[in-house]
């Protein structure tokens, strides 16, 4: 299997187990959707420095949105 398999495998169980679970700040969502990105950089080939680098971005971004959000309630 190609890396962008995995990454999608890990990805679609990460978001599985979000709506099983119903974390209160979607961090298996956030680290599901980082997996989804990488997953689509894997497919283009990209380095796995990339990958793990757009992973680590997503996960950061999505997390600093989630504080955000959090803290308006």
Do not use: D, H, N
Not at 8 to 22: N, S, T, Y
């Amino acid at each position: 299997m190609s890396a962008w398999q995995y990454w999608l495998i890990a990805a679609g169980v990460l978001i599985a187990a979000e709506l099983f679970i119903g974390s209160p700040m979607f961090v298996l969502l956030i680290l599901g959707v980082a997996a989804l990105m990488a997953s689509i950089v894997a497919w283009l080939s990209a380095p796995i420095w990339a990958q793990l680098l757009v992973a680590a971005v997503i996960c950061v971004t999505g997390y600093v949105v989630a504080v955000r959000l959090k803290k308006r309630e």
